[in-house]
C-alpha cells in the first residue's frame, strides 16, 4: 500500500510540476499547496488540462498561494494571465482591470498574500 501511495503521489506531483508551473517560482512551496491550488484554479476552466502558472508565492500561515494563471478559453485561444489567491477555504480570481469588483478582488489578494 506504501508503494501505491508513493507511487501516486510521484505521477501526481510529476505532472503538475512540468506542464503547469512554466516558470521556476514553484521552488519552495510544499507540493500538497501547489497541487490544492492547481485543483482549486481547475475547477474554474474551460479546459484544466492547459493550466498555466507562474510568479507563484507562499505564505505558511494561511497555507496561500498566489501567483498568476492562464487557460485556453472556450474559444480555444491562450486569455491573457490573471491574478490568483488560493487558500484551503477560498480561492479568489482577480478579474481584468476595468472589470467588476476588479479592485475589491484586487485588495483582498493583496491582504492574503504580500
Known amino acids: 500500500m506504501r508503494t501505491l501511495t508513493a507511487a501516486l503521489a510521484l505521477i501526481i506531483g510529476s ?3 512540468a506542464q503547469t508551473v512554466i ?4 521552488e519552495g512551496i510544499p507540493q500538497s499547496a501547489l497541487l490544492s491550488a492547481t485543483a482549486a484554479l481547475a475547477k474554474e476552466l ?3 488540462r492547459s493550466l498555466q502558472l507562474r510568479n507563484l508565492r507562499y505564505a505558511p500561515p494561511l497555507r496561500t498561494v498566489c501567483g498568476e494563471f492562464n487557460a485556453r478559453g472556450t474559444g480555444g485561444g ?5 491574478q ?3 487558500t484551503p477555504d477560498v480561492t479568489i480570481i482577480v478579474p481584468p ?3 467588476f ?3 475589491y478582488h ?4 493583496n491582504r492574503l498574500c504580500p
Open 15 to 17: 505532472s503538475v510540476g
Open 23 to 26: 516558470d521556476q517560482s514553484a
Open 46 to 48: 474551460a479546459d484544466p
Open 78 to 82: 491562450y486569455e491573457p494571465f490573471r
Open 84 to 86: 490568483f489567491v488560493t
Open 97 to 99: 482591470p476595468g472589470e
Open 101 to 103: 469588483l476588479h479592485s
Open 106 to 109: 484586487q485588495n483582498e489578494a
